[in-house]
């Protein structure tokens, strides 16, 4: 017969098996297997291949389960992955922070993981695992030695951070900034910002605190009403203050506690900073050992790359885009005293009814110093006014295929597109 248990009970088998899968192709020896659904999948259809692969257990939810002792049927695997998160997070001492917001989260999580690693035992998100499941199985991860757990949080729909916060129960948390992003889900950027603001609804709710950026309008509005707020930016309310000293090819500044050279190209990435500066500060991390933490991150992932390939000097920031990060790393990239410039942009996903006025609104923002400038996908095409030189691609595997014909060399190119796009293509032949 398949196994009826309460959540105290599945954390029991968790204790004696403390490694959890949701997918059955790599699912380790010994673990729990959770059966999730997907649009083109049902994991509950993989349970006895996983079993005989050395699973010690699999949590299903369909009521057609073989019979087997080492099956847990529950009403919903994903609610029960989350359940169980959040149970294991209650008996895990750590200090819980979170990290959200339209531009810059995984950045930022990265350098406040990095900073708090320099002295205390830190888990944090791998990647992008900021989801609905990948929050979970981070939690999950939660060891008694650990001191903090720094979580990501992403969102494309109304709801979504307040129920991640449900199951993280972050006594921290921080929001980045807020901007023009997955509005297809949103509805509208009023509706990105109320759903940032959950985080802040739910910290103040606990009696948390809130890390935030003295110089940002907007949140500056919404965190005013916190009872606990730890600032940092250039205004003299900011408990921690900075100031960008250089940016080409990478981000200079300083602060309270001395002066730092990233490895992040774009001035864009100063709050960023600021804001891990900020957390690992307050936690009583030294100046000393913050800023050997932040020199010595180097961005992976096509994130705030500064790259010299010996033919031309790219500035690489290819995971994500939307209209505010477009924005700004154009600024940044209008600021750059270099020549030859070129831009290589790939299009903006999940505008919605918003995309073709936010493509157009890009497109008229390319200042015309810019030498050379390669556009790709069908958003662009549709796009009007574009200067006869500019270059329109359908798809990366175009742009490469003009690439390994029409070699470059001796530009600086900025390379931003979403994800989708796999603008990494490109990179080998640049």
């Known amino acids: 017969m398949n196994i009826m248990i309460n959540i105290e009970q599945l954390y029991s088998v968790f204790q004696q098996h403390p490694v959890v899968s949701t997918d059955s192709r790599t699912c380790p020896p010994d673990a729990v297997f959770f059966a999730l659904k997907g649009d083109t999948f049902d994991g509950n259809d993989y349970i006895e291949q996983v079993l005989a692969a050395g699973a010690a257990y699999a949590v299903g939810d369909r009521?057609?389960?073989?019979?087997?002792?080492?099956?847990?049927?529950?009403?919903?695997?994903?609610?029960?992955l989350q359940d169980l998160a959040n149970y294991h997070r209650k008996q895990m001492p750590a200090t819980v922070i979170a990290v959200t917001g339209t531009n810059g989260k995984t950045t930022t999580k990265e350098l406040i993981a990095a900073a708090l690693l320099s002295q205390y035992s830190t888990l944090y998100t791998q990647g992008n695992l900021n989801n609905h499941i990948g929050v979970p199985?981070?939690?999950?991860?939660?060891?008694?030695?650990?001191?903090?757990?720094?979580?990501?949080?992403?969102a494309n729909h109304p709801g979504e951070i307040r129920a991640l916060c449900r199951i993280a129960e972050p006594g921290y948390g921080l929001i980045t900034n807020v901007g023009k992003a997955h509005l297809e889900g949103f509805?509208?950027?009023?509706?990105?910002?109320?759903?940032?603001?959950?985080?802040?609804?739910?910290?103040?709710?606990?009696?948390?605190?809130?890390?935030?950026s003295s110089d940002n309008p907007v949140l500056r509005d919404l965190y005013g009403s916190l009872p606990s707020v730890i600032r940092y930016g250039t205004t003299s309310e900011a408990l921690i203050r900075g100031k960008i000293v250089a940016s080409a090819p990478v981000l200079t500044m300083e602060w309270d506690g001395g002066s730092i050279t990233t490895h992040l190209a774009g001035s864009y990435n100063f709050e960023n900073v600021l804001a891990a500066i900020c957390v690992a500060s307050y936690f009583g991390v030294e100046r000393e050992t913050i800023n050997a933490a932040i020199e010595n991150y180097i961005p992976v992932n096509n994130r705030s790359q500064h790259v010299d390939t010996g033919r031309n000097h790219l500035?690489?920031?290819?995971?994500?885009?939307?209209?505010?990060?477009?924005?700004?790393?154009?600024?940044?990239?209008?600021?750059?005293?270099?020549?030859?410039?070129?831009?290589?942009?790939?299009?903006?996903?999940?505008?919605g009814d918003y995309s073709r006025e936010e493509h157009q609104q890009l497109t008229d923002y390319i200042l015309p110093d810019i030498h050379t400038v390669f556009l790709i996908g069908e958003n662009y095409a549709?796009?009007?006014s574009l200067p006869s030189e500019w270059k329109l691609f359908p798809m990366t595997d175009a742009l490469v295929e003009y690439l390994q014909a029409n070699p470059l060399r001796g530009y600086h190119i900025l390379i931003k597109g979403s994800r989708s796009n796999r603008l990494e293509k490109i990179i080998p032949y640049l």
């Open 382 to 384: 549709a796009c009007t």
């Open 137 to 154: 199985l981070t939690l999950l991860q939660l060891q008694p030695e650990h001191r903090f757990a720094v979580i990501e949080m992403g």
């Open 315 to 351: 500035i690489i920031d290819a995971y994500n885009a939307n209209p505010s990060s477009m924005q700004a790393a154009l600024e940044n990239f209008n600021a750059l005293k270099v020549r030859p410039k070129m831009l290589i942009l790939g299009e903006m996903k999940e505008l």
């Open 187 to 212: 509805g509208s950027f009023e509706g990105v910002i109320r759903t940032k603001v959950e985080l802040y609804d739910f910290l103040r709710s606990r009696g948390g605190t809130v890390f935030a």
């Open 63 to 80: 009521t057609d389960l073989p019979n087997d002792k080492r099956i847990i049927r529950v009403d919903n695997a994903l609610q029960t």
